[in-house]
């Protein structure tokens, strides 16, 4: 079995910072991509950012210059830098990887369960 943890949400004020954690551990051979998701109120799940084994990375438009995207390959680690947080960024964010299982040599996609991030005075 693979399992992807979130972690670091929270409840923040704007302007403020918070960093997303994602970790992947289990039946494991490699990690391809891996990238943020995230799902407000009532409204479809949308990218957030994605970041490639090599460190190439990919940001929505709403949030370019406000997060960062991160990974520690020896880790199996993902991380989300958001900083200059808005109301608008309030959702559950969740993290997907792209990975080769190590039992099968399958390629499959998984999903975290997800972590709050409410931006609120």
């Known amino acids: 079995q693979v399992h992807l943890v979130e972690s670091g949400g929270g409840l923040v004020q704007p302007g403020g910072s918070l960093r997303l954690s994602c970790a992947a551990s289990?039946?494991?051979?490699?990690?391809?991509?891996m990238g943020w998701y995230r799902q407000a109120p009532g409204k479809q799940r949308e990218l957030v950012a994605t970041?490639?084994?090599?460190?190439?990375?990919n940001y929505a438009d709403s949030v370019k210059g406000r997060f960062t995207i991160s990974r520690d390959n020896t880790k199996n680690t993902m991380y989300l830098q958001m900083n200059s947080l808005k109301p608008e960024d309030t959702a559950v964010y969740y993290c997907?990887?792209?990975?080769?299982?190590?039992?099968?040599?399958?390629?499959?996609?998984?999903w975290g369960k997800g972590t709050l991030v409410t931006v609120s005075s």
């Open positions: 997907k990887a792209d990975l080769m299982r190590s039992s099968d040599f399958e390629v499959m996609d998984y």
């Open positions: 289990g039946d494991i051979y490699t990690i391809y991509t």
């Open positions: 970041i490639t084994s090599i460190g190439n990375t």
